[in-house]
């Protein structure tokens, strides 16, 4: 089994920066990729970023230029550094880790809010 243990969410004025983290622990075999999505109140989830195990990246339109997403292979741990943070940015943000045949696993969640 695989955990993801998410940390680093809470609550920023806009205009301000967070920097999330996800350490992955367990029966890790293979990581194809390991990245953030995150799901506002009344909204579908969402893909923020992923990081590749080549190293390509992923961002969604709206945070491109924004966030940046980093991984630490040693310590099977991404990062996402959220600056510029908007209102709009608020919701809960999932960590995600693609095992390959393990599949897709997810964390609990952290929350991240935005204040204007």
């Known amino acids: 089994q695989v955990q993801l243990v998410e940390s680093g969410g809470g609550l920023v004025q806009a205009g301000g920066s967070l920097r999330l983290s996800c350490a992955a622990s367990?029966?890790?075999?293979?990581?194809?990729?390991m990245g953030w999505y995150r799901q506002a109140p009344g909204k579908q989830r969402e893909l923020v970023a992923m990081?590749?195990?080549?190293?390509?990246?992923n961002y969604a339109d709206s945070v491109k230029g924004r966030f940046a997403i980093s991984r630490d292979g040693a310590k099977n741990t991404v990062y996402l550094q959220m600056n510029s943070l908007k209102p709009e940015d608020t919701a809960v943000y999932y960590c995600r880790l693609l095992g390959g045949l393990l599949g897709s696993f997810w964390g609990q969640g952290t929350q991240v809010t935005v204040s204007s």
């Open positions: 367990g029966s890790i075999f293979t990581i194809n990729a």
């Open positions: 990081v590749y195990s080549g190293g390509s990246t």
